[in-house]
């Protein structure tokens, strides 16, 4: 399939400092999501900022494509549909998949049903991204119900999920992204994926979380 993996890697970190090379059960993040990826896709591409990472991949990987990310592009601030942007313009390819290395528990097993699905429902959907649903009592920050009514206090398990964007990956045509500029388009299939593989490191207690997590995994050789 004509489908190119993006995985954006930046040097800095402010909650986690040097996430991204930081070892993960004995490898660096980076490694974990490379991994998953070389079973789905043929073509892999590391959007960065720094020397240091695209060392550090090129050690243990071959066939890592990158893309030097220019200095108007640097920092926090800057969105990251504003880099795929630029991303697009130096690959070929018609379709994608952008993930994070932040995601290490995403299994190939999981990409390539996304993979699959993308490609069966593109005739109705242009974008397909992963969800966490979530069946719990939700409200807006002023206090206003979402997803429930609280003179109504049916059981959690009963009421309508509320989906959290989770980060982990996005599937979008150059076309769809081209026409609104963002890696979700305007009709977007919600991929359902569980909580242990949605875990997305953003601070010390996710890394902690996912590290054990990980760990647990390995050991029963899921």
């Not at 549909?81 to 995601?103: C, G, V």
């Not at 990409?111 to 242009?126: C, N, P, R, V, W």
């Not at 989770?166 to 919600?190: A, C, D, M, Q, V």
């Not at 010390?204 to 760990?215: I, P, Q, R, S, W």
Request: net charge negative; proline share 5%.
């Amino acid at each position: 399939m004509d489908i190119a993996a993006i995985i954006p890697m930046k040097g800095r970190s402010e909650r986690v400092p040097d996430k991204n090379l930081r070892l993960f059960n004995g490898k660096p993040l980076f490694c974990w999501i490379i991994n998953e990826l070389r079973e789905c896709v043929d073509n892999i591409y590391v959007d960065t900022d720094c020397d240091e990472i695209i060392n550090a991949v090129k050690e243990y990987f071959n066939q890592i494509r990158f893309i030097t990310r220019p200095d108007y592009l640097k920092g926090d601030a800057i969105s990251m549909n504003r880099i795929i942007e630029y991303d697009l313009m130096q690959i070929d390819n018609r379709y994608f998949i952008q993930t994070h290395s932040t995601s290490p528990l995403l299994t190939r097993n999981t990409i390539k049903s996304a993979i699959q699905t993308f490609f069966d429902l593109l005739g109705e959907h242009d974008s397909l991204f992963s969800v966490t649903p979530i069946k719990a009592r939700c409200f807006t920050s002023d206090g206003a119900p979402i997803n429930h009514k609280p003179d109504e206090l049916i059981q959690t398990q009963y009421l309508k999920p509320v989906y959290v964007e989770n980060s982990g990956f996005y599937l979008f045509s150059r076309e769809s992204f081209l026409r609104t500029s963002r890696r979700i388009g305007e009709k977007p299939y919600l991929f359902l994926i569980d909580q242990y593989e949605a875990i997305d490191i953003d601070d010390e207690n996710d890394f902690a979380a996912a590290e054990v997590l990980g760990a647990a995994r390995k050991g029963k050789g899921i």
